[in-house]
């Protein structure tokens, strides 16, 4: 059987609770305060209110328009998370993470010295963990064939997992099951938004399970 990282130990991060056979995500510190974030490096996110959003912005930063809804999001995030997964498989065949940093360092809002975001050194070390621990504890070949079938991952093979939309946040999970693997094996990845003053919502962080 093939061994994900995160199921042989305690996750600090994140809560998780099993409702129905799914699971709802909650943070510890979205349930400490609310959180209150300043203006995010401009370079990185636009505060422009003028222009209405009515979708999630992928130039840049990952974005989402004050007012949007869960029910259009959750749908555009889906190639992202699918591209996500993909990344995934391709670290766990050679261990590299450069593919997924710099994803980070191009989607992800970074930490500046106003503000509460957990910026990108966060995502990226998390990410680092996830990876060498889920490679030390399988065998070479258990890898190479687990990497590949992650690696076909497809938008329309993604399903969505959770979407709420909370007092200054936003949580999107997905999942996907590689083929000819358990539902123990299956690949969930986790986008957490922060709102900012300026009422728009900015990817803060990536975790996977």
Do not use: C
Not at 15 to 33: P, R
Not at 39 to 50: D, E, I, M, Q, R
């Amino acid at each position: 059987m093939f061994k994900q990282r995160n199921n042989l130990f305690k996750k600090s991060m994140l809560i998780s609770t099993i409702v129905a056979g799914s699971l709802l995500f909650g943070t510890t510190w979205a349930e400490a305060k609310t959180v209150e974030v300043n203006k995010v490096n401009a370079t990185a996110v636009s505060t422009s209110t003028k222009t209405v959003a009515t979708s999630v912005s992928k130039k840049g930063v990952l974005t989402l328009p004050k007012n949007f809804k869960t029910s259009t999001v959750k749908n555009e995030l889906k190639p992202e998370a699918a591209k996500l997964i993909k990344i995934y498989g391709g670290s766990l065949k050679d261990g590299k993470t450069t593919t997924f940093n710099s994803y980070v360092n191009k989607h992800v809002a970074p930490h500046t010295k106003t503000d509460y975001l957990l910026g990108h050194q966060y995502t990226k070390d998390d990410y680092s963990k996830k990876v060498k621990g889920t490679r030390k504890v399988n065998s070479k070949d258990s890898i190479s064939k687990y990497s590949k079938a992650v690696m076909k991952v497809t938008t329309s093979k993604v399903k969505n997992s959770y979407a709420h939309k909370g007092d200054g946040w936003a949580n999107f999970s997905y999942d996907f099951q590689p083929e000819n693997y358990s539902p123990m094996n299956t690949v969930t990845i986790y986008f957490r938004f922060t709102q900012l003053k300026n009422g728009q919502y900015v990817l803060e962080n990536i975790h996977y399970y």
